[in-house]
């Protein structure tokens, strides 16, 4: 007969922590969604973009390419219609404050614009920055 004691309560609960414990610190803390035009300058952007997310593995990554079909239902998601190279979500969001700066991940980088009309107010310090805090949960 098992005899429940809360010394035997309490051993129960530090094993089921122990082994669950660090597979929760280890699950995602989120999901970034990068949207792209499949063309070579963009296509660079988001390589080196993949470069930063590497520091930061506790995110899913999943890519879209704005002319695959396949990606008509996730654009509607988040109803973009406007012609532009790059768009980054982070849980959702394109849009953060870092300090008193606001960034939004849509177009080129700054300083790395292909055509200039579409360079961003974001950089991959940003990113990182960004990705640092969310997986902090802050």
Do not use: C
Not at 17 to 31: D, F, L, N, R
Not at 48 to 61: I, M, N, P, R, T
Not at 104 to 112: E, L
């Amino acid at each position: 007969m098992f005899i429940k004691t809360s010394k035997t309560i309490i051993m129960a609960v530090f094993m089921v922590y122990a082994v669950i414990g660090p597979a929760t610190a280890m699950a995602a803390s989120g999901v970034v969604e990068i949207f792209y035009l499949p063309h070579p300058p963009a296509e660079a952007v988001v390589k080196d973009v993949e470069a930063v997310l590497k520091k930061h593995d506790q995110f899913k990554v999943a890519k879209y390419s704005f002319e695959d079909p396949q990606s008509k239902k996730i654009l509607a998601k988040y109803d973009l219609r406007e012609h532009m190279p790059v768009v980054i979500f982070i849980n959702g969001q394109n849009e953060f404050t870092l300090g008193k700066k606001k960034v939004a991940f849509k177009n080129f980088p700054k300083g790395n614009a292909f055509v200039p009309m579409f360079e961003g107010n974001w950089s991959y310090r940003d990113l990182d920055g960004v990705l640092s805090a969310v997986g902090k949960g802050k």
